[in-house]
């Protein structure tokens, strides 16, 4: 029954020449992703159509589900304009949706193209005479309606359609830019990166293993969980850079206080991410802080542990609930891969009383008991960058990467 999919862009807040490439990126995007489906694409001034082409709809809008900067799409139904044609159009679908239930209606038009003779309200009017003569128990109720049929009226096209889905909104990637996300194999880190590349950034990750201190899985689970956020990347595919950190680990371990063990080995991370994300361009560095959750997610405590770091460090967490975030791990699918039972770098060794107030200057003084900078510089050296492709949407096989094939 629907012929097409109206696709509305997200916010277009940006004027100008920022405006045309943003259309010109997710354009590209949108063909990108459907180029596996018999699909045309018609491209209007602040609209996309599909014409389907008898492909089903939902899976147009499996992969539109997954693409930053859409606002919102429909199914449509795509006739001339005349007010018979549209009336008996309307009918079917309206049938259609209500499969025969008592329900209330309205009708709400637009006209487009303003050489049309009649007003919009008279083209409600009369759209809404026929459906009601043609739908057994529905009722016209103009405040509160149960179901609103839209008419898109355009002399050369008229668009008919009940439903709004919502898109992930934000922007297109890369419109914001190139971000390293810190990425651990825990719950929250996944979804900031998701909620990063919603805004519009490109990303690429980072994750610091002690393989063999902590167990083969947990690194594991980082290179599945890139595999499932790359389902959001404009060409499905994510750079995730896997840091040798065991040696840096143990002497961390060796040379500091216990309660500043956490504190010292962020800074550490926070150091290499830094060296990494200079060598990739990218200008922002992301992580999963969530404030109040653990000791090192106090205020005194980010702000001791981003003070190695020049770059911009976002967290698109720090102000969510634990049930917010666990929501869009599940909606992102991550959740069940990030509940995976194994150790990593900071579930193996936790400190009984971590500082709740660390300073930088404090930090420092711990971290001259030994000089770092040798084995920074080799984990940097020794970083092993590795690209996850994830074309389920294309039905293309993907076989996954083990973990030992990444590190040999
Ligand atoms: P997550 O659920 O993402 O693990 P968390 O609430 O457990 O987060 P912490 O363990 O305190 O938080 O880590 C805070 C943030 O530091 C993480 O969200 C992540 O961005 C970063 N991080 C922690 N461990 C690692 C690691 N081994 N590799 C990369 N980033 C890490
Ligand atoms: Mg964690």
Redesign the pocket.
Known sequence: MYDHIMIRYGDLVLKGRNQKSFRDTINNQIKFKLSHLNVKFEFQHDLVYIRLNDVNPEEVIKVLDTLPGLSSYSKVIKTKYDIDTIGQESVLLIRNEIQGKETTFKVESKRADKTIPITSQEISRLVSRIVLSGVPNLKVDVHNPKLTLYVEARKDATYLYVNRIPGLGGFPVPMAGKAL?????????PV?AFLAMKKGFEVEC????STPMTSIESAQKVIDLTEKLAVFAPKYKIKLHLVP?QKIHEQIIFNSPESFVITIM?RM?YRIATAIADENDCSILV????IG??A??TIESMMTIQDVTNKLVIRPLATYDKSEIIKIAQKIDTLEI?NRPFS???TVYVPKNPVIKPTAKKALEYENQFDYSNLIEEAVDNTKTITLDNREHLDIQFKGLTVAECLE
Do not use: K, P
């Open positions: 996300v810190l990425l651990s194999g825990g719950i929250d880190s900031s980072i994750h610091f293993e950190f962020r991370m992580a999963g802080d969530s959750q653990v090192s997610q990030s990593d770098c900071c």
